[in-house]
């Protein structure tokens, strides 16, 4: 058993009933404030807490529930928030988790909109969004090195550049649809599982 998945497991013993709640409240409220844009730009947010912070999974776990989230309806952050905090700690995570998530940034829209709509065509509002964009865009580059490093331990790099690339044609060119190619992708790897590899790292 390596480290990370004994530090995974040691965290997810830590801590009182009420502890636990509170951290998955913080966890999702922060995630939610700083999504600038929301959608994907809070994946890397709500990743860098609930595994890097808190150790509640590994990459790989987050990264599959990424791909499975995605390939459903409705907004990503909430399906995250709902189905974590639910592993967590029930219905009772579950529905802490979509508040934290939901509630302050409904809350902060009703009290900013107003503010912001006055000062629409201000250059220091245009400022302010453009300026936020390179930020965010290194969050999801951070985020994506994490999924592609974690995909090379179990298929090699070959395989991982040659599903990025044909992934990249399929959604720029052909234009398909990401939730389409995910769920094709699932089916594949349940109809085709992949081989097992012997200790020298060749396939069976």
Same mark, same amino acid.
């Given at each position: 058993?390596?480290? #990370? #998945? +004994? ?10 009933? *009420? ?6 409240? &913080?966890?999702?409220?922060r995630s939610s404030i700083l999504s600038f844009g929301g959608g994907?730009?809070?994946?890397? *947010? /709500?990743?860098?807490?609930?595994? =890097?912070?808190? =150790?509640?999974?590994?990459? #790989? ?17 909430? +399906?995250?928030a709902g189905y974590i905090g639910w592993r967590l700690k029930g ?5 802490? !988790?979509? /508040? !934290? ?8 829209? /009703? ?21 936020? *964009? ?13 999924? &592609?490093?974690?995909?090379? +331990?179990?298929?090699?790099?070959? &395989? ?11 959604? #720029? ?9 995910? !769920?094709?992708?699932?089916?594949? &790897? *349940? /109809?085709?599982?992949?081989?097992? =590899? ?7």
């Amino acid at each position: 058993m390596d480290r #990370e #998945e +004994k530090t995974y497991q040691a965290a997810q013993k830590k801590g009182s009933t *009420l502890t636990r709640y509170r951290d998955i409240f &913080v966890a999702f409220f922060r995630s939610s404030i700083l999504s600038f844009g929301g959608g994907p730009s809070g994946i890397p *947010l /709500i990743e860098a807490e609930v595994v =890097k912070k808190y =150790k509640w999974m590994t990459i #790989e776990e987050f990264g599959d529930i990424v791909a499975i989230a995605n390939a459903l309806p409705g907004p990503i952050n909430t +399906k995250l928030a709902g189905y974590i905090g639910w592993r967590l700690k029930g219905i009772g995570g579950l529905v802490t !988790a979509l /508040i !934290a998530s939901v509630f302050p940034m409904v809350i902060a829209l /009703i009290v900013l909109l107003g503010f912001l709509t006055a000062f629409q065509r201000q250059r220091w509002v245009r400022g302010m969004t453009q300026a936020v *964009l390179p930020v965010v865009g290194v969050l999801m580059a951070q985020l994506t090195w994490s999924f &592609v490093s974690s995909a090379k +331990k179990g298929l090699g790099w070959t &395989v991982s550049l040659l599903l990025i690339s044909v992934s990249f044609i399929l959604m #720029e060119v052909i234009h398909v649809q990401p939730p389409i190619l995910i !769920a094709l992708t699932l089916l594949y &790897v *349940l /109809i085709i599982p992949a081989r097992p =590899k012997t200790s020298a790292g060749e396939h069976k």
